[in-house]
C-alpha cells in the first residue's frame, strides 16, 4: 500500500512538473505571439488554463499510474502504448505550437492526439471499462 501511494505521488509530481516545465516554455511566447493570434471567440480567458492543465495533467497522472503501475494485466499493453504515444505527442505540442510557430504541424499533433484518445477509449473499454 505504502508503495502505490509512493508511486502515485511520483506520477503526480512528475506529470505536474512536465506541467510547469511545458507552461514555462509557452509563457515567453504568449504576450507577443499567441496574443496576435486571431482566435475564436469561443477562446477561454488567459487564467483558466493554468486550472485547466493542472487538472489535466492530475487526472492525465492517475489513469497512466492505474495503466502502468496499479494493474499488471498482461491485456493491458496496447492501452499503455497508446497512452504513452499519446503523452508524447501532448508535451510536443506546446514547443511546437509556442516555441517554434509551426501551427499546421501543430493542428497535425492535436487530431493524432484525438484519433489516439479515440482508440484508447475503445480499446480500453473492452479490457478495463472503468479506466476508459
Known amino acids: 500500500m505504502k508503495k502505490n501511494i509512493l508511486s502515485l505521488i511520483l506520477w503526480l509530481t512528475s506529470f505536474q512538473l512536465i506541467g510547469a516545465f511545458m507552461g514555462m516554455i509557452t509563457k515567453s511566447n504568449i504576450k ?39 494493474d499488471k494485466q498482461h491485456s493491458l499493453q496496447m492501452p499503455r502504448v497508446i497512452f504513452a504515444v499519446q503523452m ?21 499533433i492535436i487530431l493524432l492526439m484525438v484519433l489516439l484518445n479515440a482508440l484508447f477509449f475503445f480499446v480500453t473499454i473492452k479490457v478495463k471499462p472503468k479506466l476508459a
Open 32 to 70: 507577443d505571439w499567441y496574443q496576435s493570434l486571431i482566435k475564436s471567440p469561443l477562446t477561454p480567458p488567459d487564467i483558466t488554463f493554468g486550472i485547466v492543465w493542472t487538472i489535466l495533467y492530475i487526472l492525465l497522472a492517475l489513469i497512466g499510474w492505474s495503466l502502468f503501475t496499479k
Open 88 to 108: 508524447l505527442l501532448n508535451w510536443l505540442w506546446s514547443p511546437v505550437f509556442f516555441y517554434y510557430h509551426f501551427i499546421g504541424s501543430a493542428l497535425a
